[in-house]
């Protein structure tokens, strides 16, 4: 295979430039120093700091809050969608699911808002951001869950039927069990979303209710503090944690999806 | 499909309705109708104290219905300009991440079977970490005391070229753009170079095609449909990026998404945020039409 030194190094080049600025982050978290500058010494005392952090901490509590009830009825939801993007071929449905997540993302955040507050007369809070992500996970989950039904074996549905399935016992003993990898998968996704989510909930949330990456953002927008290293820096376990996880249950996922 | 319906039994389209119905509903009310909301509300007027004007309150047959906002827009060279300066944003974003994600997706797609899949997976973990952290990076390593501004600006001082300020800069915001929308460009762009027939490269090699003939006759022509892909992933979500600008940005690095942001949290104009909204959503699905186009069938790969 071609694969010369200039491509390696080009390569190279661009994986410094992915990892670097995050491995800076982390190092800095065990900083003992205000700036992000000189390295003086290792200390754990901005994990401290994060600890005794109420306002962090109960945005924490939102975060898993909101990401616990909108990935599970995003779980639902997707899964439906899925199933039906893959039997029915329904155009308008897959243009609903895709459509919020290929557009960017202050679209949809403005449109919930205005529909919140216009339409509903929905005090902006926990319930707004619930609907909001649950809205844009639905389309990650029904992709992983059609990929999925589109690796079941068709004669497995056409036995069940000959047999004299129902078409929920087909769904409870071949289908179900068959895309449960797919779903769980989904449904890991849409979490990690939900917890990760900015633009959507910043529009969203309104004075109410605050999340860790709404935290994030009013702290760097005052002052760079080595606690947002250290808050970012568990956040980066968590996700990987939910993407060993995801991957550990679904090993297409990740290539599914690209 | 109403025919498909119609030849299925009843118990058949029970199924359908109960399996489509409940993500169909959801979305309609969530998705659909908050849009056609967004087309209302940009023909309002602006209510007095923000938000949008009382229907009941301008009289006349299409009660309190205006394309004010429209002229307002057309009116002020201002708007306009963002309107391009975001274009050219989005342009330069996605020809850097193609040059940079070229080379990487091309090294990965050579590789042996075995690492790819580590290599490719490389590529997407530092996309998990969190949005706002990727960007935080960006704000030590180009504020005043970080490695990249000591590094430029001690080279700078060699020449005598008094200290720059990297942050709050449009070259802050174009690197963070860059950063964070890199891994959509190599993606896409992997999963097609990996389906070339590395037999046509050897059949060109024989024709006596050199590395760059070879490359730019074999190759690149076969992977434009990865590079539409990819383009119009990074193309798409740079339009519309109000938080890097805001974040990384000066007083003058606005946006598209700084400006509706402003109009809907800021100012309060609602109906102009609204028109700023739809203006965006044309513009986004004229980028997808087009790349749909030029990528023709091969976007479907990707």
């Known amino acids: 295979m071609r694969r010369g030194p200039w491509l390696w190094a080009a390569a190279l080049a661009a994986y410094t430039f992915l990892y670097l600025p995050l491995a800076i982050v982390v190092v800095y978290s065990f900083n003992d120093s205000r700036l992000n500058a000189e390295w003086v010494g290792f200390t754990w005392h901005w994990y401290g700091v994060l600890l005794r952090d109420d306002d962090m901490l109960a945005a924490a509590g939102n975060s898993l809050l909101i990401a616990l009830a909108s990935s599970s009825v995003a779980t639902a939801l997707g899964t439906m969608a899925g199933i039906a993007m893959h039997r029915y071929k329904m155009k308008a449905l897959t243009f609903m699911v895709m459509a919020p997540v290929a557009m960017p993302e202050i679209l949809l955040g403005v449109s919930l808002l205005l529909f919140f507050i216009q339409v509903l007369n929905l005090t902006l809070g926990m319930i707004s951001v619930v609907l909001a992500h649950i809205t844009f996970s639905i389309g990650f989950v029904a992709v992983v869950v059609r990929t999925s039904m589109a690796g079941i074996d068709e004669s497995l549905f056409e036995a069940a039927r000959d047999l004299g399935a129902s078409p929920w016992k087909t769904f409870r003993h071949i289908t179900f069990p068959l895309i449960l990898p797919g779903v769980i998968a989904g449904g890991l996704m849409a979490f990690t979303l939900s917890v990760d989510d900015f633009v959507i909930t910043f529009f969203t949330a309104g004075v109410g209710v605050s999340t860790l990456p709404l935290r994030i953002y009013s702290m760097i927008k005052i002052a760079v503090t080595p606690e947002v290293n250290a808050i970012s820096t568990l956040m980066m376990l968590l996700t990987l944690t939910m993407i060993v996880l995801a991957s550990r249950i679904a090993p297409n996922m990740l290539r599914g999806k690209a | ?302």
């Open chain 2, 1 to 302: 499909m109403s025919n498909q319906t119609a030849k299925l039994p009843p118990s058949a389209r029970l199924t359908k309705w109960l399996v489509c119905g409940p993500p169909l509903v959801f979305l309609l009310l969530l998705f659909v109708a908050p849009s056609a909301i967004m087309v209302v509300a940009s023909l309002r007027f602006p209510g007095e104290f923000g938000g949008l004007a009382p229907v009941a309150a301008a009289p006349g047959v299409l009660q309190g219905l205006t394309l004010e906002t429209y002229r307002f827009f057309f009116g002020d060279f201002l708007y306009a300009e963002i309107f391009v300066k975001s274009f050219l944003v989005a342009l330069a974003a996605t020809l850097i991440c193609l040059v940079m994600a070229y080379p990487l997706a091309l090294l990965i797609a050579r590789s042996p079977k075995k690492s790819r899949d580590l290599m490719i997976l490389l590529v997407i973990l530092p996309f998990a970490s969190n949005f706002l952290i990727r960007v935080y990076a960006w704000m030590i390593l180009l504020g005043p005391q970080g490695a990249l501004s000591q590094l430029v600006n001690s080279a700078l001082g060699a020449f005598g070229i008094g200290p720059v300020h990297l942050l709050f800069s449009p070259f802050a915001v174009l690197v963070a753009m860059v950063y964070v929308h890199l891994p959509f460009m190599v993606l896409p762009l992997y999963t097609n170079l990996e389906k070339h027939d590395p037999s046509l490269l050897d059949a060109a090699q024989d024709l006596g095609a050199n590395r760059w003939q070879r490359f730019w006759h074999v190759t690149f022509p076969l992977s434009l449909p990865g590079i539409y892909a990819g383009a119009t992933l990074v193309f798409i979500p740079v339009l519309g990026m109000f938080a890097i600008p805001d974040i990384l940005g000066g007083t003058g690095d606005m946006l598209i998404g700084n400006l509706i942001k402003d109009q809907f949290l800021g100012t309060r104009d609602w109906p102009f945020g609204a028109t700023l909204s739809i203006l965006l959503t044309g513009a986004v699905l004229l980028c997808v039409l087009v790349a749909a186009r030029l990528g023709g069938a091969g976007m479907r790969h990707a």
